[in-house]
């Protein structure tokens, strides 16, 4: 990171569990002092003792950056400590799913800089990706240096407004889970046609895998590059056709289920 505010003022990380020792960890690989650095958490890791980051010690009074990464449910008991630094030149980014805007503004003041973020699990291997949005008084630098903080595990894109932020729950925030059970179904179907466990398993993530990065790769789109592993009355069309069923295929299921984490979603936001 070239972030030479952040080097100079110092980074809060409010909370160090996977995604946030996941982000910690792509700062300090890209460039960031450890010393510029602060963890709050009351059961900070061995590994994040080992790497010369300021754990749950006195906070710098006017920091650039405070990244929220805490659980939904620990966010009450967590803000008020840090609610002093809000009001000022620090910019508060989000990661914790649920908690809206206006929540955060409440605790720390309506003229403190916000930015609410979504990442997802592929963060963890630096293939996430991170939908954010700042309140009115998110500048565009305020934007930009969330952007590039967050850009340490992923791709990073801007929303239009707060309320797409359910619906990107829906696809990417909970997402990652449906691909994970494509996976294991993928391997069962092969064990019920005749192939080991082992070697079905390991056939299922090598495609899945492999397809999601062709995907990202190639030129044409998805629909696109199905068509193009498609023969005419092969065994491939003959897979989607019961896959692209109307009425039991992907289509109608994805949809549903992409629509009950988005309302799911929009339930919590609401408390």
């Known amino acids: 990171m070239n972030t030479e505010r952040v080097a100079q003022q110092?980074?809060?990380?409010?909370?160090?569990?996977?995604?946030?020792?996941?982000?910690?960890?792509?700062?300090?690989?890209?460039?960031?002092?450890?010393?510029?650095?602060?963890?709050?958490?009351?059961?900070p890791s061995d590994w994040v003792q080992r790497q010369g980051v300021h754990v749950n010690?006195?906070?710098?009074?006017?920091?650039?950056?405070?990244?929220v990464a805490v659980k939904p449910q620990m966010m009450a008991d967590a803000?008020?400590?840090?609610?002093?630094?809000?009001?000022?030149g620090t910019l508060f980014v989000s990661v914790a799913a649920?908690?809206?805007i206006s929540t955060f503004e409440s605790i720390l003041g309506v003229n403190t800089p916000i930015v609410r973020a979504m990442p997802n699990t592929p963060a963890a291997v630096g293939r996430g990706i991170t939908a954010l949005i700042g309140n009115?008084?998110?500048?565009?630098?305020?934007?930009a240096m969330a952007e590039e903080l967050l850009s340490a595990v992923g791709q990073t894109v801007r929303l239009q407004s707060e309320d797409q932020m359910d619906a990107v729950t829906g696809v990417s925030g909970s997402g990652p889970a449906y691909v994970?059970?494509?996976?294991?179904?993928?391997?069962a179907a092969g064990v019920a046609q005749g192939l080991p466990e082992d070697l079905a398993m390991q056939l299922a993530k090598a495609t899945v895998a492999g397809a999601g990065a062709l995907a990202e790769a190639a030129e044409e789109d998805p629909g696109q590059l199905r068509v193009n592993v498609t023969s005419p009355n092969g065994t491939t069309q003959a897979a989607l056709e019961v896959l692209m069923d109307e009425t039991s295929g992907f289509p109608p299921l994805l949809k549903r289920a992409v629509t009950a984490a988005t309302e799911r979603s929009r339930e919590l936001s609401r408390g």
């Open 10 to 43: 110092g980074l809060v990380l409010l909370g160090c569990g996977k995604m946030g020792s996941a982000m910690l960890a792509g700062w300090l690989n890209g460039g960031l002092p450890s010393s510029s650095v602060w963890i709050v958490d009351p059961n």
């Open 57 to 67: 010690a006195p906070l710098p009074e006017e920091p650039a950056i405070v990244l």
């Open 79 to 88: 803000l008020p400590g840090i609610a002093e630094l809000g009001g000022g």
């Open 98 to 100: 649920g908690t809206s």
């Open 136 to 143: 009115e008084e998110a500048r565009e630098a305020d934007l």
């Open 180 to 187: 994970f059970h494509l996976i294991e179904t993928l391997a």
